[in-house]
């Protein structure tokens, strides 16, 4: 192992330009298959779980006030749904010193515990009279753990100078998921931040039923808005379960999966194959040295091979750091779950490791085909 890095630093010296090519592109090949996959991955588990965590017969629905109100009058209004329905109040966030970050807020009204419930997978989930009584509870995904503290084998969080007693995990066990930042809470018990930006912004809720669209629950809450304030704004629209993203909808179809794959594996090994070839011509001249001082072709082959399989484990330390950096900022930007698993690291690897090998082989061929003669003419 020693001579061949040994080897590896005496060929970076003479062929600086092209080390440093192939490194780039067996790092790039690496990272479009890792992050290629792994956002394949996410985008469909995220095209599942909004779909699945969606309610069935739900309504969009906007409204804001054209003069000043009280987050009372919007509670009021928000009390007249029936009895099969709820209310998921959102667009709002809570900033926590501890983590430095804002973490989305749902909050949540119904009049009766029902079919639909947000997911969670540890706890339970809220009761009629904890919603009636604006009680202090909370459910939370798995990232605000760590800002709990237990109190008599109960974990409780501090929002805002209040306790709030944590009942229940949200989202998919073991599983990295949108919801894993995510409270959610009593629209009765919100915070007062959370009430002033209702007051001042109105109201963007999901409105949903468990039998049927709540068509009449939306008229009786826009009168109910319209005997408040005559010339406040008012949209709804049925709520789809991927028309939140358009991105996790368009993969929620299995052929957009298919040829984003193809396409990121196509490109890939198109890079691959020309860095290799470009560093194999480079190499022309020394191939042909060495053969005349007595190297035979099978060693000339393991030389390259060997320097090759050096700098793309190189290139596989270098793409992994790059991923786990670039991995939340694409997982933000885009607004999809992806984290680097094991699975798809071993697929690029595998796959970047077989390209490389099948690229060379015709070029190694080739170039065992000069004569040393021709070099040396040269």
Not at 37 to 62: D, H, R
Not at 258 to 273: D, H, P, Q
Not at 303 to 309: A, C, G, I, N, R
Not at 328 to 333: D, F, P, R, W
């Amino acid at each position: 192992m020693y001579k061949i890095i040994t080897l590896l630093k005496r060929q970076f010296i003479a062929h600086t330009v092209s080390i440093i090519f192939l490194l780039i592109g067996f790092i790039v090949s690496i990272l479009l298959i890792s992050i290629g996959t792994s956002a394949v991955f996410g985008l469909k588990q995220a095209a599942i779980m909004k779909e699945n965590a969606t309610p069935q017969n739900a309504l969009a629905m906007t409204y804001a006030f054209s003069k000043k109100s009280s987050f009372d009058d919007h509670l009021e209004i928000i009390k007249n749904i029936s009895v099969n329905s709820g209310v998921m109040v959102g667009n709002h966030s809570l900033y926590f010193n501890e983590d430095k970050s804002k973490h989305p807020l749902t909050a949540i009204f119904f009049q009766k515990e029902s079919k639909w419930t947000y997911p969670y997978y540890d706890g339970r989930y809220f009761k009629t009279s904890e919603i009636d009584q604006g009680a202090s509870v909370i459910l939370i995904g798995k990232n605000l753990l760590g800002l709990t503290h237990k109190r008599d084998g109960i974990k409780y969080l501090d929002i805002e100078g209040e306790e709030y007693e944590v009942i229940g995990l949200i989202g998919v066990k073991n599983q990295y998921t949108t919801w894993d930042s995510r409270i959610l809470m009593p629209l009765t018990s919100v915070p007062e931040s959370t009430r002033s930006e209702i007051e001042s912004s109105g109201c963007n809720m999901i409105l949903y039923n468990d039998e049927k669209l709540p068509m009449d629950d939306f008229n009786t809450l826009k009168d109910k808005i319209l005997q408040v304030d005559k010339d406040a704004m008012i949209t709804a629209e049925e709520l789809n379960a991927g028309s939140e993203n358009i991105i996790i909808d368009l993969f929620a179809q299995k052929d957009s999966l298919v040829i984003f794959t193809l396409l990121v594996y196509v490109i890939a090994l198109i890079n691959l194959v020309n860095i290799t070839s470009y560093w194999i011509n480079d190499r022309r001249y020394e191939i042909g040295v060495r053969k005349a001082f007595g190297h035979t072709n099978i060693q000339v082959a393991m030389m390259l091979f060997s320097e090759m399989f050096l700098v793309l484990l190189t290139g596989c330390i270098i793409a992994l750091v790059l991923h786990m950096l670039l991995n939340q900022i694409l997982s933000n930007m885009l607004d999809y779950p992806s984290a680097v698993t094991y699975v798809n690291w071993l697929t690029a690897i595998l796959f970047t490791m077989a390209s490389s090998l099948a690229a060379t082989i015709i070029p190694i061929i080739k170039a065992m085909k000069i004569q040393p003669i021709e070099i040396m003419r040269k």
